[in-house]
T-cell receptor
Framework: GENVEQHPSTLSVQEGDSAVIKCTYS??????FPWYKQELGKRPQLIID?????GEKKDQRIAVTLNKTAKHFSLHITETQPEDSAVYFC????????????FGTGTQLKVEL | NAGVTQTPKFRVLKTGQSMTLLCAQD?????MYWYRQDPGMGLRLIHY???????AKGEVPDGYNVSRLKKQNFLLGLESAAPSQTSVYFC????????????FGPGTRLTVT
């Protein structure tokens, strides 16, 4: 089955700096790659996603890049703010078999003032 | 329009007791999923359903059973709870086979002593 690895497990940045979280996946058939943000005690919330026919997608301060050849994708957050502090999860999915998501182990992002 | 709800929010069980977690949705989604979330391990899929009357195993199904008698409800059962089942349980839904975005419920925190 699919295996998703996520790095780093913790990331501390100064407010205003950029943050980058990286994930790799194992199944070349995977074609959907979402990123979820989870605040303490809350449910995961989708913040951005990318399909395999697209190399990059941007939404204001958040961007995701995908390298299908290398089987890795990354989340980029620019001009970080304290409210960006949370746990971020990457995931991968492919069509069929329930469109199941396989999650990475998460990155605790802390934005310091 | 409540979206995805989970009952109960918190529960403490003794080893060997049984319980059922309820996930309810009013979005008319076909697909429903049960995940468990443990520290440092991300979200792992327990069971899922692609429609009323169907269920299938996920990554970590042992010790759990599920039922989807009605489209809007997905039940997760623990027949004989074990301390290893202490976790936060999330339900998620997805529109249909042509979709990828999953919508998460608020979670149930279960402690087995």
């Amino acid at each position: 089955g699919e295996n998703v690895e996520q790095h780093p497990s913790t990331l501390s940045v100064q407010e205003g700096d950029s943050a980058v979280i990286k994930c790799t996946y194992s199944d070349s058939a995977s074609n959907y790659f979402p990123w979820y943000k989870q605040e303490l005690g809350k449910r995961p919330q989708l913040i951005i996603d990318i399909r395999s026919n697209v190399g990059e997608k941007k939404d204001q301060r958040i961007a995701v890049t995908l390298n299908k050849t290398a089987k890795h994708f990354s989340l980029h957050i620019t001009e970080t703010q304290p409210e960006d502090s949370a746990v971020y999860f990457c995931a991968a999915s492919k069509a069929g078999g329930g469109n199941k998501l396989t999650f990475g182990t998460g990155t605790q992002l802390k934005v310091e003032l | 329009n409540a979206g995805v709800t989970q009952t109960p929010k918190f529960r403490v069980l003794k080893t060997g007791q049984s319980m059922t977690l309820l996930c309810a949705q009013d979005m008319n989604h076909e697909y429903m999923y049960w995940y468990r979330q443990d520290p440092g391990m991300g979200l792992r899929l327990i069971h899922y359903s692609v429609g009323e009357g169907t269920t299938a195993k996920g990554e970590v199904p042992d010790g759990y059973n599920v039922s989807r008698l009605k489209k809007q409800n997905f039940l997760l059962g623990l027949e004989s709870a074990a301390p290893s089942q202490t976790s936060v349980y999330f339900c998620a839904t997805m529109l249909d086979a042509g979709s990828y975005e999953q919508y998460f419920g608020p979670g149930t925190r279960l402690t087995v002593t």
